[in-house]
């Protein structure tokens, strides 16, 4: 086991694409550190750097206490498990898991201890005799991991391990490879896009936007305090509401003008932000979490103050849960992070959408009710913020206030 470091590192291919930039982040010994991001931020090609499967252009990576730039693959004493599985077809599970054993010349008697105790871990020992082609995908994906566990490497790298599995088999995936990192206490480096699995795996998660490290934290901070709208927007499902609003403060207390209607800003919200101040008459950004929102109807004791008035377009039930998409009149936000977080997932109409209410003047946000909620659609429907629940951002910069 061994921390792994990135001291400035960067990554530029030879037509000129800056894949990393001066990437600096230090991840402890027997860490579980998820890098999350959209396609293209750069989070594999870190991956790949360290596994020394991609050449550095700039900085230092260290494992423990020993540089590995210029380390072959086989030299740096990690692991790494692919999406695909990449098991010999040919093999059964029990040469599949001894395989990098045998590379090493280990005795044979070592080899099948190391090789059932791993089958144990993993609840694989009714399969060794088995092939690839004969084992379901979770299973495969169990043998995968077991081939690099055996080895008992320094750190562990995980490139999107579950993203071919269904989602039955990745909530539960998900929970082995939490239990195997708590057995094992292997520092581990874990890909992903799927912004579910970063924050229910990592024990701290770093956020990536176009080789540029946002924010690293534990999944908990990034939720509560997002360093900006980027990492906002990206974390949590669905995604962070944001409005355009004016700050007031009148007789010392703050208050948020959004189309025509106000909201107070109470004293959680207001508390250690030192710079609200400095915003006063000017124009901010607000960000308040679907699950913060509630039908006012089902929250009498919300104040007037923090509820807002919108029309109902869709509700969606999902049985514990009612989704509900309203439309509030007043100018969207479209900055450049939430053009590009509409981007990343694809989402050409969003674009269009954002582009058409900002013509019109209206902003569309989400909030998740109680299964009690009455509200139809095109209705017009208070929503009670809950106390706390606001985040301020800069509106020029994006970054929390």
């Not at 013509?359 to 909620?373: E, N």
């Amino acid at each position: 086991m061994a921390q792994v470091t990135f001291d400035r590192v960067r990554k530029i291919y030879p037509d000129g694409t800056l894949a990393v930039k001066e990437l600096s982040l230090e991840i402890a010994d027997g860490e579980l550190m998820v890098f999350v991001g959209p396609s293209g931020c750069g989070k594999t090609t870190a991956l790949r750097m360290v596994a020394g499967l991609e050449e550095i252009s700039d900085g230092e990576i260290r494992i423990g206490d020993e540089v590995v730039n210029n380390l072959a693959p086989r030299d740096r004493d990690v692991a790494m498990v692919f999406q695909n599985y990449a098991l010999y077809p040919h093999k059964t599970v029990f040469e599949n898991l001894a395989f990098p054993l045998k590379l090493r010349k280990l005795r044979t008697a070592e080899v099948d201890e190391r090789v059932q105790r791993i089958a144990r871990l993993l609840e694989l020992e009714e399969h060794l005799k088995r092939r690839p082609r004969q084992l379901s995908g979770g299973q495969r994906q169990r043998v995968a991991m077991g081939r690099a566990i055996v080895r008992e490497p320094r750190a562990f790298l995980m490139d999107e391990p579950l993203s071919n599995l269904d989602a039955k088999l990745r909530t539960q995936m998900r929970a082995e490879i939490s239990f195997l990192h708590k057995a094992l206490a292997i520092t581990t480096i874990y890909v992903t896009h799927d912004q579910v699995e970063a924050m229910t795996l990592g024990q701290r998660v770093a956020v990536m936007r176009k080789g540029e490290l946002q924010q690293v934290s534990s999944p908990q901070d990034l939720y509560d305090h997002p360093a900006n709208i980027f990492v906002a927007g990206f974390i949590g499902s669905p995604a962070m509401n944001f409005f355009e609003g004016r700050l007031h403060r009148e007789d010392g207390q703050y208050s948020v003008v959004v189309g025509a209607q106000r909201l107070a800003v109470d004293e959680r919200e207001a508390a250690g932000i030192e710079r609200l101040g400095d915003h006063v008459g000017r124009s901010l950004i607000l960000g308040v979490r679907p699950e913060h929102l509630e039908d006012a109807a089902l929250a009498p004791d919300s104040r007037p103050g923090r509820r807002l008035v919108g029309q109902v377009r869709l509700r969606e039930a999902l049985g514990s849960e009612v989704i509900v998409h309203f439309q509030v009149e007043a100018a969207p936000v479209v900055s450049d992070d939430l053009r590009e977080l509409a981007e990343d997932v694809n989402e050409a109409t969003l674009l269009d959408d954002l582009d058409h209410e900002r013509r019109m003047r209206r902003t569309a946000f989400v909030g998740r009710f109680g299964v009690g909620t009455q509200v139809a659609d095109g209705e017009r429907a208070q929503v009670a913020i809950a106390p706390g629940a606001i985040r301020f951002f800069d509106t020029s910069t994006g970054g929390a206030i």
